[in-house]
């Protein structure tokens, strides 16, 4: 469970602000997109939840337990992180870059070779076959499947997404949308991720928030926003893959 | 014909039957110098990869030891030293000459690290000491090391120089040899010089090369001669320069002498060679 109240950030003091007063809470195994431009304040905002930036007022619940008063590195331990740079560890096999968090845990050995199996059977990445590969002898897909294994390995609930299917290719970001989404139903996930992209939003998330210069317009399940945005650019911005998809049917339809 | 033929084998023997003296003290000068200008680089240039206030000035500072003649910097020290000669004010010259390549390169692989590769790492829960540790050093590596062999080829060749203030070295052949005419012992001096130089520089590479290959999946037949090829090089070498570092019986003082016939003469007298 993660709760925001009232979490602000201001890197000039106050004159400005890339995040103005937001409030949202995610539960147990709920999947929460946060939608926007680029500079909307999204990203920013998900950082905050695992201290990679602290809010500048207002306060953030994990689990219960206001992070600022958990040191940053135990809370990103327990907290897993996948972004679109993927940041593999190149000079690490694919088997070490998955164990880094339960090595940072100081788990025993048997354990951890027993959740690499585990985790990567689950991306379908067997740790025989794969285990001893380097990340510069996969493709971008399996890179992303391993960096989703990465940040599920060390039993964390809680998983941070930023932009993470933005640098695939349109066919295998398919597939890895739809692997990680059952993957998120089996573990009971709870899933905050950053996307600019309303369909992958729309696909995959519970409840989707969208954000513009700094604040939160609205918040709610992708057929409350459909059918009752509040705001002009909700409406603009939910209606795309809609006006989207009725532009390929007229065009498919024309070269029937 | 015959008989300058033999008076070359002659002198070629007189020469070589110097080679253990000065090789050691080559070996000694240059291995000593690279350690502890390995030993303050490294961490001088972590350091200044960390701090945007030291990197400047640090960077700085090296390049200008670096822009001053190499001899000039000899004399400098010696004169530092209240005009003490032999190893130390050689050691001193080499291990500030050799700083240059490797403080750049420590920061410049420090540097080249990819942002989200530090993002993930911190974003997964390393401390900075951690993220230092486990990811940019062994990432920065091969630059490190590339830094360390220019380093350490820079230094067998301005090991030669150390000849001028005392201290025995594969300059003793060359700056004997050209005031004496005696083009046999420039030779000896220089191909003894160049080949150190190659031998530690493809040994350190030869290192690197190596432990990178550890864990690279299935293993060729061909990869795994290699690999014991270059292992028993690194062995042959090592066995080289432990045979050269074997103390041979110390010197109660040092004797030089200015680099003109006269003095080598008077010198070599004294020295009762």
Redesign the interface.
């Known amino acids: 469970m993660i709760e925001l109240s009232g979490v602000q950030k201001s890197y000039d003091g106050g004159k400005s602000y890339a995040v103005a007063n937001t409030s949202f809470r995610v539960e147990r195994g709920e999947f929460l997109a946060l939608i926007g431009e680029s500079g909307c304040g999204k990203t920013t905002t998900l950082k905050m939840i695992?201290r990679?930036e602290e809010p500048s007022q207002g306060e953030i619940l994990v689990n219960g337990q206001n992070i600022q008063d958990q040191n940053p590195?135990?809370?990103?331990?327990?907290i897993g992180?996948v972004?679109q740079?993927?940041?593999?560890?190149?000079?690490r096999?694919v088997a070490e870059n998955v164990a880094?968090?339960p090595q940072?845990l100081h788990w025993d050995n048997e354990r951890i070779q027993a959740r690499c199996e585990q985790i990567l059977s689950m991306v379908g990445l067997p740790l025989d076959e794969y285990g001893?590969?380097?990340p510069r002898q996969l493709s971008g897909g399996q890179q992303q499947r391993v960096g989703v294994a990465?940040?599920l390995a060390a039993e964390s609930e809680i998983v941070l997404m930023d932009e993470p299917f933005g640098a695939l290719d349109p066919i295998t970001r398919v597939e890895v949308q739809e692997e990680f989404k059952r993957i998120q139903k089996e573990l009971n996930l709870t899933v905050v991720m950053v996307t600019h992209d309303m369909t992958e939003a729309l696909m995959l998330a519970d409840r989707v928030a969208v954000m513009k210069d700094g604040e939160l317009l609205q918040i709610g399940s992708p057929s409350e926003l459909l059918n009752n945005p509040q705001h002009e650019y909700v409406k603009k911005i939910v209606d795309m893959p809609k006006r989207r998809a009725d532009r390929l049917e007229e065009i498919m339809g024309r070269n029937k | 014909m015959l008989t300058s033929n033999s008076v070359l084998n002659e002198n070629l023997r007189e020469q070589l039957i110097l080679l253990p003296e000065y090789f050691q003290g080559h070996l000694l000068l240059t291995l000593s110098a690279l350690i502890v200008g390995i030993a303050i680089s490294v961490p001088l240039g972590i350091w200044a990869s960390q701090s945007p206030r030291v990197k400047q000035p640090l960077l700085t500072t090296v390049s200008i030891i670096q822009t001053f003649p190499s001899l000039a910097i000899l004399a400098l020290v010696v004169a530092l030293l209240g005009g003490r000669i032999g190893f130390l004010p050689a050691f001193i010259a080499l291990t500030l000459y050799s700083m240059l390549p490797i403080v750049r390169n420590t920061v410049a692989g420090l540097e080249s690290v990819s942002a989200s590769v530090i993002e993930a790492a911190k974003g997964i829960g390393m401390s900075p000491k951690q993220i230092l540790s486990k990811i940019r050093l062994p990432l920065a590596m091969p630059i490190i090391i590339a830094g360390i062999r220019t380093a350490t080829v820079w230094t067998v060749g301005l090991a030669t120089l150390s000849t001028l203030v005392g201290a025995s070295s594969f300059g003793n052949y060359i700056f004997t040899g050209i005031q004496t005419r005696n083009l046999v012992a420039v030779t000896v001096g220089s191909l003894a010089s160049a080949a150190l130089a190659v031998a530690l520089d493809s040994m350190i590479g030869a290192t690197q090369w190596l432990i990178e290959q550890r864990t690279e999946g299935v293993v060729s037949a061909k990869l795994k001669r290699t690999r014991i090829a270059v292992g028993s090089a690194i062995v042959l070498v090592f066995a080289i320069v432990g045979y050269g570092l074997i103390p041979q019986p110390k010197a109660d003082f040092v004797i030089a002498g200015k680099p003109f016939t006269e003095q080598y003469i008077v010198a070599g007298l004294i020295a009762g060679e």
Not at chain 1, 85 to 91: A, E, Q, S, T, V
């Open positions: 695992n990679l590195e135990t809370l990103r331990r327990n992180y972004f740079g993927i940041g593999l560890f190149p000079h096999s880094a968090v940072l001893d590969r380097y990465r940040a």
